[in-house]
T-cell receptor
Framework: DAGVIQSPRHEVTEMGQEVTLRCKPI?????LFWYRQTMMRGLELLIY????????DSGMPEDRFSAKMPNASFSTLKIQPSEPRDSAVYFC??????????FGQGTRLTVV | DQQVKQNSPSLSVQEGRISILNCDYT??????FLWYKKYPAEGPTFLIS?????DKNEDGRFTVFLNKSAKHLSLHIVPSQPGDSAVYFC????????????FGKGTHLIIQP
């Protein structure tokens, strides 16, 4: 099993640009999570999907952030426009019902 | 408002001794608790979990203890090995899985030779 696959691993972009982070969950997992890790706030849940449907997006910081899951094997997290304070490591994770989450290796985003 | 707190940002332990990592929570609805381990430039990996119906769960060198009345859990690693050096995250959820998982800020464990 390849695990959760995230791309890109690193992203450097200029303030104001659109950024799209991608995630392929583990096959057979029905829940997908997007987390953001910063020094100040640790690991924060941004949004999670169950069976491709967004269940809880209360962690999405503002309207500049959006996430989609068009099918069971792909999800995107988009930031538009990006700002320097969005710089963080973004993790995608997936799980089956009532099991632990498996994390990808993360995307380190730097907005300059 | 932190619902899961790890009050020690770092912990240094000598190789071969016991490492004890602590975690406190405030939400009474949490009934499933997990520990994750994270190496630099990698994602967190699941280590061990415990449900609220138990007070102890053991897996090899790793044991998690849960004190529901104190809303406290701890992870014991014995004996500690150099490969255990990592950041350890405590996490909690109101159900039996990853939905609604809330993480602490992590404790950086350093195992000294």
């Amino acid at each position: 099993d390849a695990g959760v696959i995230q791309s890109p691993r690193h992203e450097v972009t200029e303030m104001g640009q659109e950024v799209t982070l991608r995630c392929k969950p583990i096959s057979g997992h029905n829940s997908l999570f997007w987390y953001r890790q910063t020094m100040m706030r640790g690991l924060e849940l941004l949004i999670y999907f169950n069976n491709n449907v967004p269940i809880d997006d209360s962690g999405m910081p503002e309207d500049r952030f959006s996430a989609k899951m068009p099918n069971a094997s792909f999800s995107t997290l988009k930031i538009q426009p990006s700002e320097p304070r969005d710089s963080a490591v973004y993790f995608c994770a997936s799980s089956r019902t009532n099991t632990e989450a498996f994390f990808g290796q993360g995307t380190r985003l730097t907005v300059v | 408002d932190q619902q899961v707190k790890q009050n020690s940002p770092s912990l240094s332990v000598q190789e071969g001794r016991i490492s004890i990592l602590n975690c406190d929570y405030t939400n009474s609805m949490f009934d499933y608790f997990l520990w994750y381990k994270k190496y630099p430039a990698e994602g967190p990996t699941f280590l061990i979990s415990i449900s609220s119906i138990k007070d102890k769960n053991e897996d090899g060198r790793f044991t998690v203890f849960l004190n529901k009345s104190a809303k406290h859990l701890s992870l014991h690693i014995v004996p500690s090995q150099p490969g255990d050096s990592a950041v350890y995250f405590c996490a909690a959820s109101p159900g039996g899985g990853a939905d609604g998982l809330t993480f602490g800020k992590g404790t950086h464990l350093i195992i000294q030779p």
